[in-house]
């Protein structure tokens, strides 16, 4: 008997603590997860008026054939450009979540990032004033010229990928080539 009370009775415990707290911890998701939707969806749409702000608003358009890492594609409503929302592996463990705006003329207005895993570090170096602001107002082949950053190299990279996506998505979308 007391075999079966040292070994088993701690082992009941444990798997009783490890239901309560899944169970405490999947009740709490349920609360909070529309909650985080809401204020992710809210960020998204204040971002889109940064990157756009002579936008009258948006209207999301849903187009096959884009490249992978294009998620959604929004429309200014006054057609004054597009902006896509980019999904793409950086060095972190999780894709960086980006919007990049891009006007009628092809030509990259602005970008944000609205979620990274990047060390924070090399994040600080790609998407500082001076390296992240060499994208604006250039083209598709524009930016074939823009260095990867030496030591945030695999970052810098996603960074260059997003913004060639969003412009190979705006030629696809409005049937456009470079100009």
């Known amino acids: 008997m007391s075999m079966k009370k040292d070994f088993l009775m701690p082992i009941i415990v444990l798997l009783?603590?490890?239901?309560?707290?899944?169970?405490?911890?999947?009740?709490?998701?349920?609360?909070?997860?529309?909650?985080?939707?809401?204020?992710?969806?809210?960020?998204?749409?204040?971002?889109?008026k940064v990157?756009?702000?002579?936008?009258?608003?948006?209207?999301?358009?849903?187009?096959?054939?884009?490249?992978?890492?294009?998620?959604?594609?929004?429309?200014?409503?006054?057609?004054?450009?597009?902006?896509?929302s980019v999904s793409v592996r950086g060095y972190g463990r999780d894709d960086m979540k980006l919007l990049c705006?891009?006007?009628?003329?092809?030509?990259?207005?602005?970008?944000?990032?609205?979620?990274?895993?990047?060390?924070?570090?090399?994040?600080?170096?790609?998407?500082?004033e001076q390296h992240r602001d060499q994208y604006w107002g250039r083209n598709k082949n524009e930016i074939e010229d823009i260095a990867a950053i030496s030591g945030a190299t695999i970052t810098s990279t996603a960074l260059k990928n997003a913004m060639r996506d969003s412009l190979t998505a705006f030629e696809i979308v409005t049937g456009q080539g470079v100009r």
């Open 16 to 48: 009783f603590i490890c239901f309560f707290v899944s169970g405490a911890l999947a009740v709490v998701n349920s609360i909070t997860r529309p909650v985080i939707e809401y204020e992710a969806a809210y960020r998204a749409a204040e971002e889109k």
């Open 51 to 84: 990157i756009m702000p002579q936008a009258d608003n948006f209207e999301q358009l849903h187009i096959e054939g884009l490249p992978r890492t294009i998620t959604e594609v929004y429309r200014a409503t006054n057609n004054i450009g597009y902006i896509f």
């Open 101 to 128: 705006g891009v006007d009628m003329n092809g030509r990259i207005i602005r970008a944000a990032v609205l979620e990274h895993t990047e060390t924070i570090s090399f994040f600080n170096r790609v998407f500082n």
